[in-house]
């Protein structure tokens, strides 16, 4: 976190939020938007390559915990730019999780000062990497992530519970150990959500405030290019 202490803070600031599936990344990045109206949330998920040349069996089957399975060069590309070229707004793809392919439309994501982008293997790619300003991993324990991601995908993305599981077994799992595990060691804050508040009280409370606060202290202090 030395940046704190640089002269000029320029904005907009890029914040990575890296972590395995389930491990509450889309929910801290969510937390912190709920506090800072400077905010904008990106995820990496809209990146996944279109999969409309498959047929629906074979899209199943796909291991979409394998950075292969993103477009990652159009990520690093769509980054370098909203680090770089002083945009207003920018278009981005909008993924279809239910048919595992990319929608026709366009997502505009308006600039704010802080852009917060969440993913899978934001840290695994060097060039990606380098782009953030600041890079928070969340670590979480595998039954942990295993219980979001079962709720998550019965809920909101109408899977069924043993599909979610075999495909646990087979593809997350795996690749958290493969992929992303070892990409903690890049980031420079690592939040271990497995021995935090009780369940009722809001995520990751403590290093929650902390990170507005610190991210306050950079909207106040900071100056547009």
């Not at 800072?36 to 089957?61: C, G, P, T």
């Not at 370098?80 to 002083?86: A, E, H, P, R």
């Not at 075999?166 to 890049?186: A, G, L």
Request: aromatic share 12%; proline share 4%.
């Amino acid at each position: 976190m030395k940046k704190v202490f640089d002269e000029k803070i320029q904005f907009p600031l890029l914040i990575g939020i890296c972590g395995g599936s389930g491990s509450g990344k889309s929910e801290f990045a969510r937390s912190i938007a709920g506090e800072l109206e400077e905010v904008v949330i990106i995820s990496s998920d809209n990146f996944y390559k279109d999969l409309a040349y498959m047929s629906e069996q074979e899209r199943k089957y796909v291991n979409f915990d394998d950075p292969v399975s993103f477009d990652l060069e159009e990520l690093y590309y769509t980054l370098s730019k909203i680090k770089k070229n002083n945009l207003q707004e920018i278009s981005i793809p909008e993924y279809d999780f239910f048919n595992h392919t990319r929608k026709k439309e366009k997502k505009i994501i308006i600039i704010r000062k802080i852009v917060i982008i969440e993913g899978l293997f934001l840290f695994f790619d060097e060039r990606i990497r380098n782009l953030f300003d600041y890079k928070i991993f969340i670590d979480s324990a595998s039954g942990e992530r295993l219980a979001r991601r079962l709720y998550r995908d019965e809920k909101v993305r109408g899977r069924e519970k043993e599909h979610i599981i075999e495909i646990w077994r087979k593809n997350v799992e795996p690749s958290f150990q493969r992929y992303t595990r070892f990409t903690k060691s890049n980031a420079d804050i690592v939040i271990n959500s497995r021995f935090e508040e009780p369940i009722d009280q809001p995520f990751l409370q403590k290093p929650l405030q902390i990170i507005v606060a610190f991210l306050k202290y950079l909207i106040a202090n900071g100056e547009n290019p």
